[in-house]
């Protein structure tokens, strides 16, 4: 079967740093992909790793870890307009036709 | 940029209607993907279609259907609106580019209320 989890909601500070979780067991594996969501829109596409290691983009980094299949994703400097959700999917197969998604992590910014 | 557009933010429809949500993508995309969202289910694949009159089903396909006659445009269908078919519905179209980054691309989503 698949299966992505990732913590249900989290709460941080305005200028800190927080760091999302996602562990993945899924029958392939090709790109794990973060979505950022705010309440009522659609999601966006934050980062993609592949190989292992850090990502780096401006304020937003992500890891992967594929022997542990484990990722995250670090927000620096965190702002009011990072309380979004955020969405880590897991790409199974060669041609970009097959995503499992995690359920999504809240993120709540407070000042 | 990759433009999505699903025809309706917000539906309401009565149970045993039959319903169809539009999407459009204007990039030339070979993937196009249906998914409904659920609080605390995450999305959830309906359909998705690789090329111009194919389909195939997704983790929950049944009570839907779909249509891809053109490229640029899928259609889900609700033959027979239930109200567990309450949902967001989110359309979604990628690049078919193997083994490279190709994210997916969402529409704004369709909020469905079937009552």
């Known amino acids: 079967g698949q299966n992505i989890d990732q913590p249900t909601e989290m709460t941080a500070t305005e200028g800190a740093i927080v760091q999302i979780n996602c562990t993945y067991q899924t029958s392939g594996f090709n790109g794990l992909f973060w979505y950022q969501q705010h309440a009522g829109e659609a999601p966006t596409f934050l980062s993609y790793n592949v190989l292992d290691g850090l990502e780096e983009k401006g304020r937003f980094s992500s890891f992967l870890s594929r022997s542990k299949g484990y990722s995250y994703l670090l927000l620096k400097e965190l702002q009011m307009k990072d309380s979004a959700s955020y969405l880590c999917?897991?790409?199974?197969?060669?041609?970009?036709?097959?995503?499992?998604f995690g359920p999504g992590t809240r993120l709540s910014v407070l000042p | 940029d990759v433009k999505v557009t699903q025809s309706s933010r917000y539906l309401v429809k009565r149970t045993g209607e039959k319903v169809f949500l539009e999407c459009v993508q204007d990039?030339?995309?070979?993937?196009m993907f249906w998914y409904r969202q659920d609080p605390g289910l995450g999305l959830r694949l309906i359909y998705f279609s690789y090329d111009v009159k194919m389909k195939e089903k997704g983790d929950i396909p049944e009570g839907y259907s779909v249509s891809r006659e053109k490229k640029e445009r899928f259609s889900l269908i609700l033959e027979s609106a239930s109200t567990n078919q309450t949902s967001m519905y989110l359309c979604a179209s990628s690049r078919d580019y193997p083994g490279a980054n190709s994210p997916l691309h969402f529409g704004n989503g369709t909020r469905l209320t079937v009552t």
């Open positions: 990039m030339d995309h070979e993937n």
């Open positions: 999917a897991v790409r199974v197969d060669n041609y970009g036709q097959n995503f499992v």
